[in-house]
């Protein structure tokens, strides 16, 4: 008995200390102790945790250890995220196991073998040790079992209760994990993303209530393709290294072109490639969304209604989806048809990269997958494509002899340079009427490059087509510069589908 108090006592204290090691390192209230609502849900946590392994090891210094270990594992993790990716560890991120389990090397590849091999190690360790050190005794796995309902029964009881109602009720994650502590931000976001209500179905109208595709004014000069590319982590090297060397030909002449172009102010850095798609696909903004603005994905399915394939297809366009990967990330497979897609097409229709060239299906290999599914387009198409050529990490070796770095970005941006003034060529040759729409999804993570800061945006840039040929249109900005969120962007697609200026919102 004496043995597992001082356990658990050791347990918490370690806890705690770990918990006051997350990044960011803010104060709360000028002090460096968590809120006491804070201190309650992660003592609670650990203790239900600690009840868990007790009940099904039977020792309590295993179970202590083993609640300590978890804890170094989330603080780390979360740390190696702030530092990557400008945010803490997130109760969505748990989202994403299924991901790590699927596809390991999309998350691993950073580490070095010998890492690798001291993870494996250290797992076979721990099952061993906890087959050598499990106690056969009754007693106390039922003290364990007791303790895991008690302090879980408490901890559910507070969260859905009065007293703990008022926290964290706007999201503001730096600020919450200041107050309150990894373990209860965790706990307190994920229960207010199961509180948010769905929003009210989207009247299935083309645009914002003005034109719908049962209204006789609908017949206007639509273009027959609305062509929207998501370029992954495409962003210009000019505002990433200040160096006018490194500008993009094919950026600089899509701008000239443009009906509109501007800087698209995404919220996230090095991934979180979700949020930017969703913002553009379903035009609801991140205030509107709430604690849902972590990973949209989760909820979109209930969102449909909201997408500009549900609003095309509505309006008589065929909805097609491309993107070379594995379809059941994030479960596009599964979304994407919900939310009114017509036709999905996956990694398996392209020829894997060659070796020394990158990773990933190159986007000028895209493109002209892309011009092709353009020719053949018999009927209003709608297409909305997601690149993987420039998705990091930007390793030593990634291609054949480069040191990694911005070497190796540099070389994949400019495909998809390449890749955005091919596809205006062939808008010129097919003569038909088009919008074509390019954007950077977020920045890349580059260590001594791109590193997590207030500024993020990418570029974005519109041109139209008439007859293949493109043609400015009246904007706000003397030379059609107006900067979006993704949101935003959505509402600018649909207002130029339909021949309108778009102003910033």
Known sequence: MTIGFISFLLMQSVSLALDAAVRPRHRYRGSALRSAPGLILHCLTMTALFGLILALSGSAPVAASLVVALMAVFVTASNAKHAMLGEPLLFSDLALLSALVRHPGFYFTALSIQQKSGLAIGALGLLLALVWLFVPHLTPHLVGAGVLLLAGGTLAALLHGKAFAGLARIPDIDADLARHGLIATLLLYWLRWRETPDPPLCPTEFSDGSLSATDPAADFARPDLVIVIQCESFADPVDLTNDPLHALPGLARARAMASQWG??????????????????????????????????????????????????????????????????????????????FDRLIGEEHFPPAEPGTGRYVADRTLGASLRKLIDDAAEPTFLYAVTMENHGPWMKDRLTGSPGGLDAYLHHVRNSDTMLTELIDGFADTGRSALLVFFGDHRPSIPGVAEPGPVRHTPYVMLRFVDGKPVPAPVAGADGRIDLTPDELHHAILHAVRGASVTSA
């Open 263 to 340: 800087n698209l102010g995404v919220s996230g850095f090095g991934a979180y490639t979700m949020r930017t798609e969703f913002g553009v696909l379903f035009g609801r903004s991140e205030a509107a969304l709430g604690f849902r603005r972590y990973d949209p994905f989760l909820t979109a399915r209930r969102e449909g209604s909201y997408a500009l394939s549900a609003k095309f297809g509505a309006f008589g366009y065929g909805c097609l989806f491309v993107h070379p990967h594995d379809l059941r990330f994030y479960g596009r497979d599964q979304m994407m048809p919900a939310i009114g």
